[in-house]
């Protein structure tokens, strides 16, 4: 671990459309900071944490424990107030020199804002596995995203707390069209998801790979492993077989293992999906398929041991 860097929970507390908020009225986009800072500094000393950096319409925070953390962000949220937060805790490491602070978990805790509902809380796993345990912090979860600069997918929460909103939409575009995530107050947590109609692609693709898959195992067996048994004179006691056992007349060797590979390339080619994770697997065969995970830009071709990402 590098000098000065510690592992914190950091706390990101926004105001919501501040931009707007400040082109329409400067004196009220103040005031709502100054309410900020006041109503942010009335809570702290409660939950043991600390203000470490002002960013005019946030305030970066940081606690020992994470428990505090949620109970500070849930407890800031209820309080009345003329303005709207969005707030995201993440716990990971930091560097703090003098007035500063920056790291990997202070870049994270912002990027993870966008995905908080107004008037919520969102939490990082890291944050959501030491908390789920706690009877007095509800969650929901509400899937895995890709962050800016970060290659995995972050697996985000929110907190359902009575008097905390839950209720918003994510919004995803893909190759393939948008995707809307509807999360309301059910007693669920989840809502609705709706798909654009391009989402009928994954359906038309299922189709597509199937018969594909089927030919692809059909010429091959049909051309190359016919030839194989040609070569080795083994179609000699493949017809004797058929003609003395099954007592029929004997078929082209040719077709025969077409006909094979034809019903192994249906059984093992199409597509699977599961929409509860967003998923979806375009197989031609077991080692050659096409994964769109959580119907991202993240298109990964396997093709014999072979990865590529794009």
Same mark, same amino acid.
């Given at each position: 671990?590098? /000098?000065?860097?510690? +592992?914190? *929970?950091?706390?990101?507390?926004? !105001?919501?459309?501040?931009? @707007? =908020?400040?082109?329409?009225?400067?004196?009220?986009?103040?005031?709502?900071?100054?309410?900020?800072?006041?109503?942010?500094?009335?809570?702290?000393?409660?939950?043991?944490?600390?203000?470490?950096?002002?960013?005019?319409?946030?305030?970066?925070?940081?606690?020992?424990?994470?428990?505090?953390?949620?109970?500070?962000?849930?407890?800031?949220?209820?309080?009345?107030?003329?303005?709207?937060?969005?707030?995201?805790?993440?716990?990971?490491?930091?560097?703090?020199?003098?007035?500063?602070?920056?790291?990997?978990?202070?870049?994270?805790?912002?990027?993870?804002?966008?995905?908080?509902?107004?008037?919520?809380?969102?939490?990082?796993?890291?944050?959501?596995?030491?908390?789920?345990?706690?009877?007095?912090?509800?969650?929901?979860?509400?899937?895995?995203?890709?962050?800016?600069?970060?290659? /995995?997918?972050?697996? +985000?929460? *929110?907190?359902?707390?009575?008097? !905390?909103?839950?209720?918003? @939409? =994510?919004?995803?575009?893909?190759?393939?069209?948008?995707?809307?995530?509807?999360?309301?107050?059910?007693?669920?947590?989840?809502?609705?998801?709706?798909?654009?109609?391009?989402?009928?692609?994954?359906?038309?693709?299922?189709?597509?790979?199937?018969?594909?898959?089927?030919?692809?195992?059909?010429?091959?067996?049909?051309?190359?492993?016919?030839?194989?048994?040609?070569?080795?004179?083994?179609?000699?006691?493949?017809?004797?077989?058929?003609?003395?056992?099954?007592?029929?007349?004997?078929?082209?060797?040719?077709?025969?293992?077409?006909?094979?590979?034809?019903?192994?390339?249906?059984?093992?080619?199409?597509?699977?999906?599961?929409?509860?994770?967003?998923?979806?697997?375009?197989?031609?065969?077991?080692?050659?398929?096409?994964?769109?995970?959580?119907?991202?830009?993240?298109?990964?071709?396997?093709?014999?041991?072979?990865?590529?990402?794009?």
């Amino acid at each position: 671990m590098n /000098a000065g860097t510690k +592992l914190t *929970v950091i706390v990101f507390s926004d !105001i919501v459309d501040y931009t @707007k =908020i400040s082109s329409d009225s400067q004196t009220t986009a103040l005031s709502f900071v100054k309410q900020h800072e006041k109503d942010v500094k009335s809570l702290l000393d409660k939950y043991n944490g600390d203000l470490l950096k002002n960013l005019g319409d946030g305030l970066l925070l940081k606690f020992e424990s994470t428990r505090d953390s949620a109970l500070f962000s849930i407890d800031l949220q209820k309080l009345e107030k003329s303005y709207e937060l969005r707030i995201s805790i993440h716990q990971g490491d930091v560097i703090q020199e003098e007035s500063d602070i920056y790291g990997d978990g202070v870049n994270v805790a912002s990027r993870i804002n966008n995905y908080s509902p107004k008037g919520g809380i969102v939490l990082s796993k890291s944050v959501a596995d030491d908390v789920s345990n706690e009877k007095d912090i509800s969650l929901i979860d509400i899937g895995e995203y890709y962050l800016k600069g970060k290659k /995995a997918l972050f697996q +985000l929460f *929110v907190v359902k707390n009575q008097g !905390i909103n839950v209720k918003q @939409k =994510i919004i995803k575009s893909n190759l393939w069209g948008k995707v809307t995530k509807i999360f309301n107050d059910r007693e669920s947590g989840f809502g609705t998801r709706e798909f654009t109609t391009k989402s009928i692609f994954f359906y038309i693709s299922s189709l597509a790979l199937m018969i594909l898959g089927s030919l692809y195992h059909y010429l091959f067996y049909f051309y190359f492993l016919s030839s194989i048994f040609q070569v080795f004179n083994l179609d000699f006691y493949i017809f004797n077989f058929i003609t003395t056992y099954l007592n029929v007349s004997s078929p082209s060797l040719n077709h025969l293992l077409g006909f094979i590979g034809l019903i192994i390339g249906i059984k093992n080619s199409g597509c699977e999906f599961d929409f509860s994770k967003m998923e979806a697997k375009l197989s031609i065969s077991k080692r050659i398929f096409i994964r769109l995970n959580q119907m991202e830009c993240n298109l990964r071709l396997f093709f014999f041991g072979t990865r590529f990402d794009r």
